[in-house]
C-alpha cells in the first residue's frame, strides 16, 4: 500500500465525523501519487501524513449578549495548519454551517493556495458558528469583540493573519481589528481587509472576484476562445459574486444568473450596471434573498433552486462547498457548458468535478482559480509592513501577474507529471511541491 493510500485511509478512520476535510483530503492526495515514486524523501520523512495534521487547532467559547440583554454561547476556531513557507494566512467565516471539519477542510486547502499564489504565507482558516443573518449592527460589533478578546493572543503579524471569508467582510474587519488593537495597543497588519484609511489595499475587495475571472481567461484562451460574448451562470450574490459580475461585464461577457437561500434569478440581459451595485445594496440589507433583484428589474424568480439548470457557456459557482453535485453537472454538460471554474472554496462535489473532466470540460479548481483574494491580502500585508499604498491600477497589475502565473505553473506542471490540462492535478502538485520542500529543509517537526 502507497503512503498515500494509508493516509486517506487514517483520515477517514480518525476524522470521520469531518466530511468536508476527508473529501478535501481525497481529492488532493489522491493526485499527488506521483510526487510519491519521484520524491522517496518526501516518503521515508513521513510528509504525506505530516501534512494532512494541522500544526494546531485553537477552539474557544464566544459568549456575547444581544440588544435584549439575553446571552449567547457561540463556538470560535482558528485553525493553524501550516506555516512552512510563511506565517498563517487565511479568512475567518461566520455562518451557523461552520465547524471544526469545515474549518479544517478550509485551512488545509488555503496551505496549497497560498503556495501558489508566490507569496511567502502559510495555511490557516477560522470562524465562528455564529449567525449574522438578521442581526443588528451593534450585536456584530459586540460578538466580533467578544471573538477578538479571545483570538488575539493566538495572531500577529508574522504569527497569523486572519482575514474575511462568508460572513466577515469589511465591517467586521473593522470590529477586529480594533479590538485587537485595544488589546495589545500595536497598530499593525494583523488582519487583511482592512479599510482604506487605516491599512487596507486597494482592489481587496474586488479581488477574488477579478482574479477567477483572469484566470478563466487564461484557460479560455488555452482553447482560443474569451469572455467576451460568453454567456455565464453564477451563483450567490456575495463578495467573491460581485467582483466575478464586474470583471465579466468589463470584459464583454454576460452574467445571468445569481442566487441566494431563496433560489435563483435568471437575467438573458446580463448582470451589468447599476444591478452590479443593487447587489450590494441587497447584501448590505442583512434580508439574505435575491428575489428583490428580481422584483426590481423584472426578471424570472425560481424559488429553492440552484442556478445550473440555465444553459451557458461558463459556470462560476461563487457560494459554498458542494453547491455543485453531480446531477447539476450532467445538466451542465447537456446543455453545452465549455468551462466551469470554482470561485468558492470547493464548491463541486468530487463526482461532479471527475464528470466534467472525463467530458473534457475546461475545469479550474478552486485553490488555484480563488487565489487572487488571498494573493492581494499578502499585498495588503506588505504594503503594511513598507507602510506606503500602492495605486489601484499597481494592485490590479500585480493581480494579473499573479494569476498568469498560477494558471501556466498548473498546466506546466501537470504536464511535466503526465496529466496535460489537468488544473487540478497542477494545482495540488505544484501547491504541495514548496510546502514538502521547506517542511523537508526544516527537520521533523
Ligand atoms: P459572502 O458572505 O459575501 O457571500 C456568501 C454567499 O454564499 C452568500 O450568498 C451566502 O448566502 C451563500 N452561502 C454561504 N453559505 C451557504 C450555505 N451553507 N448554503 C448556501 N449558500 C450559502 O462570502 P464570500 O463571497 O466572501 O465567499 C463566497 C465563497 O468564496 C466561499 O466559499 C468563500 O470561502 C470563498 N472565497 C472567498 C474569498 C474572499 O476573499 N472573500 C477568497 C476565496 C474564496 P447565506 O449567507 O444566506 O448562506
Ligand atoms: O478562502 C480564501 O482564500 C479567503 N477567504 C481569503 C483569505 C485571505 O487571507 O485573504
Known amino acids: 500500500m502507497s503512503q498515500i493510500d494509508e493516509v486517506i485511509a487514517k483520515v477517514k478512520e480518525k476524522d470521520k465525523d469531518q466530511p468536508e476535510f476527508i473529501q478535501a483530503v481525497t481529492e488532493v492526495l489522491t493526485t499527488l501519487k506521483p510526487t510519491e515514486e519521484k520524491h522517496p524523501e518526501f516518503v521515508k520523512a513521513k510528509i504525506y501524513e505530516r501534512i494532512v495534521e494541522p500544526d494546531r487547532i485553537i477552539q474557544f467559547r464566544i459568549a456575547w449578549m444581544d440588544d435584549n440583554h439575553n446571552v449567547h454561547v457561540n463556538r470560535g476556531y482558528r485553525v493553524q495548519f501550516n506555516n512552512a513557507i510563511g506565517p498563517y494566512k487565511g479568512g475567518l467565516r461566520f455562518h451557523p454551517s461552520v465547524n471544526v471539519g469545515v474549518i479544517k477542510f478550509l485551512g488545509f486547502e488555503q496551505t496549497f493556495k497560498n503556495s501558489l499564489t508566490t507569496l511567502p504565507m502559510g495555511g490557516g482558516?477560522?470562524?465562528?458558528?455564529?449567525?449574522?443573518?438578521?442581526?443588528?449592527?451593534?450585536?456584530?460589533?459586540?460578538?466580533?469583540?467578544?471573538?477578538?478578546?479571545?483570538?488575539?493572543?493566538?495572531?500577529?503579524?508574522?504569527?497569523?493573519?486572519?482575514?474575511g471569508d462568508i460572513g466577515v467582510g469589511i465591517k467586521e474587519i473593522g470590529y477586529l481589528f480594533g479590538q485587537y488593537k485595544k488589546i495589545v495597543n500595536e497598530f499593525t497588519g494583523v488582519l487583511t481587509g482592512k479599510g482604506l484609511t487605516w491599512g487596507g489595499s486597494l482592489i481587496r475587495p474586488e479581488a477574488t472576484g477579478f482574479g477567477v475571472v483572469y484566470f478563466t481567461e487564461e484557460v479560455l484562451k488555452t482553447k482560443g476562445m474569451s469572455i467576451e460574448g460568453k454567456t455565464v451562470a453564477i451563483s450567490g450574490f456575495g463578495n467573491v459574486a460581485w467582483g466575478v459580475v464586474q470583471k465579466v461585464a468589463e470584459l464583454g461577457g454576460k452574467v445571468v444568473t445569481l442566487s441566494g437561500p431563496d433560489g435563483f434569478i435568471y437575467d438573458p440581459d446580463g448582470v451589468k450596471g447599476e444591478k452590479i451595485e443593487y447587489m450590494r445594496v441587497m447584501r448590505a440589507s442583512g434580508r439574505d434573498r435575491v428575489q428583490d433583484y428580481a422584483d426590481k428589474f423584472k426578471v424570472k424568480f425560481e424559488p429553492n433552486k440552484r442556478p445550473w439548470s440555465v444553459p451557458v457557456d461558463v459556470a462560476i459557482p461563487c457560494a459554498t462547498q458542494n453547491e455543485l453535485d453531480i446531477e447539476d453537472a450532467k445538466q451542465l454538460v447537456k446543455n453545452g457548458v465549455k468551462c466551469v471554474v470554482e470561485a468558492a472554496n470547493m464548491p463541486c462535489t468530487l463526482d461532479a468535478m471527475k464528470y466534467f473532466q472525463e467530458n473534457k470540460i475546461l475545469f479550474g479548481p478552486a485553490k488555484a482559480a480563488n487565489a487572487g483574494g488571498v494573493a492581494v491580502s499578502g499585498l495588503e500585508m506588505t504594503q503594511n509592513s513598507m507602510r506606503l499604498s500602492w495605486s489601484r491600477e499597481e494592485v490590479d497589475a500585480k493581480l494579473r501577474e499573479i494569476m498568469?502565473?498560477?494558471?501556466?505553473?498548473?498546466?506546466?506542471?501537470?504536464?511535466?507529471?503526465?496529466?496535460?490540462?489537468?488544473?487540478?492535478?497542477?494545482?495540488?502538485?505544484?501547491?504541495?511541491?514548496?510546502?514538502?520542500?521547506?517542511?523537508?529543509?526544516?527537520?521533523?517537526?
Open 125 to 163: 482558516k477560522g470562524g465562528s458558528d455564529f449567525d449574522p443573518r438578521g442581526r443588528s449592527d451593534a450585536e456584530i460589533m459586540r460578538f466580533c469583540q467578544a471573538f477578538m478578546t479571545e483570538l488575539f493572543r493566538h495572531i500577529g503579524p508574522d504569527t497569523d493573519v486572519p482575514a
Open 404 to 445: 498568469i502565473k498560477i494558471h501556466n505553473t498548473c498546466l506546466e506542471t501537470a504536464e511535466a507529471y503526465g496529466k496535460p490540462g489537468d488544473y487540478v492535478t497542477g494545482a495540488n502538485i505544484a501547491g504541495f511541491l514548496k510546502v514538502a520542500d521547506a517542511m523537508l529543509a526544516q527537520g521533523v517537526l
